[in-house]
Nanobody
């Protein structure tokens, strides 16, 4: 069973930065893509950023220019560097991995942007 464990969430002031980490139990290059999603209170889960096996990245419009997804293959880690955070970025952030038709999720890490 694939396990994804997120970390790095917390309370951050508006304008601040945070780096989220996702530790995978398997070789991340065995997945077609990995990514980050988020779910704010009362809202649906939405895509933040993805990186595919070839290293091509994709960002939601709100993440462009502020967030960066990266990975460390040997460490089996995927990261999300977030900057210029604002209150609208408050959400639970989830790590996701896709292999063919299967999708795997972590438990999420809470990010709260507040002064």
């Amino acid at each position: 069973q694939v396990q994804l464990v997120e970390s790095g969430g917390g309370l951050v002031q508006p304008g601040g930065s945070l780096r989220l980490s996702c530790a995978a139990s398997e070789n991340i290059f065995d997945f077609n893509a990995m990514g980050w999603y988020r779910q704010a209170p009362g809202k649906e889960r939405e895509l933040v950023a993805t990186i595919n096996v070839g290293g091509i990245t994709y960002y939601a419009d709100f993440a462009k220019g502020r967030f960066a997804i990266s990975r460390d293959g040997p460490a089996k880690m995927v990261y999300l560097q977030m900057g210029s955070l604002n209150a609208e970025d408050t959400a639970v952030y989830y790590c996701n991995a896709r292999r063919l038709s299967r999708s795997f999720w972590g438990q999420g890490t809470q990010v709260i942007v507040s002064s």
